[in-house]
Every structure is written in structure tokens, then in C-alpha cells.
């Protein structure tokens, strides 16, 4: 079964707008981590935001915040206020604490709109 | 500049042969983390060492090995190639075993020909 779940391949946003990624997580443990990475079309990956699973808050950092619901196993990626620089691949991924294996999604392409 | 260098950039090889892929984690990080990325099976985690000790295991194959010297650099050897191991290969660092956030050095991207 998929342990992570980004149902949009693609997006295209205008610029300025705010943007939300769509990430699901499935997992049976209690301790577990979610993160964000960028992709550019460069290649290199560039770490965004980290949501410990017992973190009361959402995190921030900057433009991104992640909205995590734990219930519903989603930790979606918002960014504020998008930039043309903001267009590249993204990646979901989920840290399972009990044996610190990564698992990434398949990502979602996003294209900014000047 | 995350600080995570990796040696080649660039690797073209013939099938059944072996390479060495290299990666420096960022000064103060014990872990070292090898993924695969690929167009059919995307991001793939091959790996984790703390500190010169294997601490996990992904989808690595037996024909592909690591391990993490004294200075904490990595080696990630691949053999017996096919070219379905050609792919752009990542290593990322943390500070600690358990990862809160990773460095992902350029990558290697190997061609098996």
C-alpha cells in the first residue's frame, strides 16, 4: 500500500496566489515525522519543513506552512504569496520513528504563472 | 550550497560493471542517507549510516553496498550493473540518527549504457 499520497501531479498557479499541496500519509505508528523537499528543475533537493507527529502547532518556516491534520493523516503544504522562483517539483515524506526509514511520494509539479 | 558534496557529477558506464559513488555530509553531521531517484520508481531511500554504523534499510539491492569511513564520509558501490540502475543518485546528511531535516548534496547521476 502507498504510505504517501500526492493526488496532484500537476498545478499551475498564478503568481502571488497562495498554493496548497496535497499530501496523505498512512502509517499505524504513533511517532513519525513529515517533511517537505523542492525539487527545481536544477535537481538539486532543497528541504522546506519538517512536522513532528507530536508537535501540537503546524509548522512554519518562512512562506511555507504545513497544515497537519492528524486525524485525517494529511500534511498539506501551503505557501504564501507565490514567486515565479516557487515553480519545481515537490515532495512529500514520512519518517516512520521505528525504523527511520524515508518514504517519499511520487511529488506534484508546480508551475507559477507570471 | 546545502554543504553535502558528492563525487562524480556524472558517471556513464557499461552493464556489468562496478562503481564507487562518493559523499562528504556537511561538517557536524554523523548521519549519511543514499536515495535513488528514477523516472519509473521516483525517490527511492537505499540507506541510512550513524556515526560508521548501518541504522536503516530501504529498498537497496544486495548488488549495491555502502558504508561510512572514520571521517564520515560515504561510499555507495554499485556492481553487476543494468540499465535499470541508471538514475540520479542523492546523499543527504543530518546531525542525528533520527532525521528532522536532511542536506541533500547534487547528486550523481549515473548513465549504465
Known amino acids: 500500500a502507498q504510505k504517501i499520497t500526492q493526488t496532484q501531479p500537476g498545478m499551475f498557479v498564478q503568481e502571488k496566489e497562495a498554493v496548497t499541496l496535497d499530501c496523505t500519509y498512512d502509517?499505524?505508528?504513533?511517532?513519525?515525522?513529515l517533511f517537505w523537499y523542492k525539487q527545481p528543475s536544477s535537481g538539486e533537493m532543497i528541504f522546506l519543513i519538517y512536522?513532528?507527529?507530536?508537535?501540537?502547532q503546524n509548522a512554519t518556516e518562512g512562506r511555507y506552512s504545513l497544515n497537519f491534520q492528524k486525524a485525517r493523516k494529511s500534511a498539506n503544504l501551503v505557501i504564501s504569496a507565490s514567486q515565479l522562483g516557487d515553480s519545481a517539483m515537490y515532495f512529500c515524506?514520512?519518517?516512520?520513528?521505528?525504523?527511520?526509514?524515508?518514504?517519499f511520494g511520487k511529488g506534484t509539479r508546480l508551475h507559477i504563472l507570471p | 550550497d546545502s554543504g553535502v558534496t558528492q563525487t562524480p557529477k556524472h558517471l556513464i558506464t557499461a552493464t556489468g560493471q562496478r562503481v564507487t559513488l562518493r559523499c562528504s555530509p556537511r561538517?557536524?553531521?554523523?548521519?549519511v542517507y543514499w536515495y535513488q531517484q528514477s523516472l519509473d520508481q521516483g525517490l527511492q531511500f537505499l540507506i541510512q549510516?550513524?556515526?560508521?554504523?548501518?541504522?536503516a534499510k530501504g529498498n537497496i539491492l544486495e548488488r549495491f553496498s555502502a558504508q561510512q569511513f572514520p571521517d564520515l564520509h560515504s561510499e555507495l558501490n554499485l556492481s553487476s550493473l543494468e540499465l535499470g540502475d541508471s538514475a540520479l543518485y542523492f546523499c543527504?546528511?543530518?546531525?542525528?540518527?533520527?532525521?528532522?531535516?536532511?542536506?541533500f548534496g547534487p547528486g550523481t547521476r549515473l548513465t549504465v549504457t
Open positions: 561538517s557536524g553531521d554523523l548521519s
Open positions: 543527504a546528511s543530518s546531525v542525528g540518527g533520527v532525521s528532522y531535516e536532511q542536506y
Open positions: 512536522q513532528g507527529s507530536y508537535d501540537e
Open positions: 502509517t499505524s505508528d504513533q511517532s513519525y515525522g
Open positions: 515524506a514520512m519518517r516512520e520513528d521505528r525504523d527511520d526509514k524515508i518514504i
Open positions: 549510516y550513524y556515526n560508521g554504523e548501518e541504522r
